[in-house]
Nanobody, 123 residues
Framework: DVQLQAFGGGLVQAGGSLRLSCAAS????????IGWFRQAPGKGREGVSSITSSDVSTYYADSVKGRFTISSDNAKKTVYLHMNSLKPEDTAVYYC????????????????WGQGTLVTVSS
C-alpha cells in the first residue's frame, strides 16, 4: 500500500524553526516528486515546496523562499521540510504528497497524500 507519513509539527514561537519529515513507502520513490502543502484555518490548501528525488530539483512558493528548505534522503525514502524564521501566518496543517509530474505545486497533479501535521507559530 502507498503510504506517506508526515510528522514533526508542533508549537513554536515566531522566529523559530521546525523540521517536518515525510516518510514514503509502497511506490518507486525515484519516479515521483514529493510536495509539501499547507492549509491554514478557514483557507484553501496551498503548495509550499516540492522536490524531485531523481535529480533533486527544488521548487518553492514565493511566501517561503529564503526561509524554508526542502531536502530528500533517497535511501530512507524521506523528504524533509526545514522551516526557519517562522511567522504566525505559517500556522497551518502541513501535508506531503507525491506526483509523477515534475516541478509543480498544483494540488490536482498530486496522486498520493499523507495525513497532516499541525504547525502552530505563536507571536
Amino acid at each position: 500500500d502507498v503510504q506517506l507519513q508526515a510528522f514533526g509539527g508542533g508549537l513554536v514561537q515566531a522566529g523559530g524553526s521546525l523540521r517536518l519529515s515525510c516518510a514514503a513507502s509502497g511506490f518507486t520513490f525515484d519516479d515521483y516528486a514529493i510536495g509539501w502543502f499547507r492549509q491554514a484555518p478557514g483557507k484553501g490548501r496551498e503548495g509550499v515546496s516540492s522536490i524531485t528525488s531523481s535529480d533533486v530539483s527544488t521548487y518553492y512558493a514565493d511566501s517561503v523562499k529564503g526561509r524554508f528548505t526542502i531536502s530528500s534522503d533517497n535511501a530512507k525514502k524521506t523528504v524533509y521540510l526545514h522551516m526557519n524564521s517562522l511567522k504566525p501566518e505559517d500556522t497551518a496543517v502541513y501535508y506531503c504528497a507525491a506526483t509523477e509530474v515534475v516541478g509543480v505545486l498544483d494540488i490536482l497533479e498530486y496522486e498520493y497524500w499523507g495525513q497532516g501535521t499541525l504547525v502552530t507559530v505563536s507571536s
